[in-house]
């Protein structure tokens, strides 16, 4: 009696892995004859399936390999990625940071064609690449014609909306020394002009930021200040 309570046991669990294998090939998308002709003992020359997404996009990775086993629900197979719109991740550093926060406007250069890009600022990290020492700012991108592609390497502008004072100065102006640190010629009250260091925070447009070195009032050489560097090498 033992032995029959288990055959039954053992029959009513293998009907259970049938019907659960008969589940997943009809899944799968399985023509409906070669399923008939499994179920009748019918040589079948290759049975062919179909998986679906459950998104439109493109797929960006494989993560299976041929006769491997599949688990439902468990097992992950391929990464499906909507790519009409991406992220952008640009390296922001240090005083520049401040200035850039979440929904500033971004433009996004290819470097190709002039192809370029209209985003908005999503996300700034929290943390700093020990690396680079730079903070990681997310851009979203409109990517018409999947243009922008993974891995790609880009220029991201980013206009700041934080209203700010300081000096501007013609980007013609600033030269840099042997040591490559900028400086710009200062007008004197003799006539002559002299070398003052300058310490340059950001570019914007044909100008430069001036943090430090500069004062309201004082005059500069704007333009042929590299002739007057050559002159006083002489």
Known sequence: ?????????????????????LQA???????????????????VSRPEGMIRSPIAGTVVEKLITPGELLEAGTTPCFTVANLSRVWVMAQ?????????????????????????????????????????RSVVVRVVVENPGNFLKKQMYVRVTIQSRQESTGLLVPVSAILHDDENLPFV????????FARRQVTVSYRTGDQYDIADGLKSGDEIIV???????????Q
């Open 92 to 132: 922001v550093f240090g005083s520049d940071l401040g200035a850039v926060s979440v929904g500033d406007s971004a433009e996004v250069a290819t470097g190709i064609d002039s192809k370029n890009f209209t985003g908005r600022v999503d996300n700034i990290s929290a943390l700093v690449d020990p690396d680079t």
């Open 25 to 43: 090939v009809v899944s799968l998308n399985v023509q409906p004859q070669a399923i008939k002709d499994i179920q009748e003992g019918r040589p």
């Open 223 to 233: 333009d042929g200040s590299i002739f007057v560097q050559f002159m006083q090498s």
């Open 185 to 192: 010629y200062l007008a004197q009250a003799d006539g002559s």
């Open 1 to 21: 009696m033992r032995e029959a309570e288990q055959a039954e046991t053992d029959a009513v669990n293998a009907e259970a892995d049938r019907d659960a294998a």
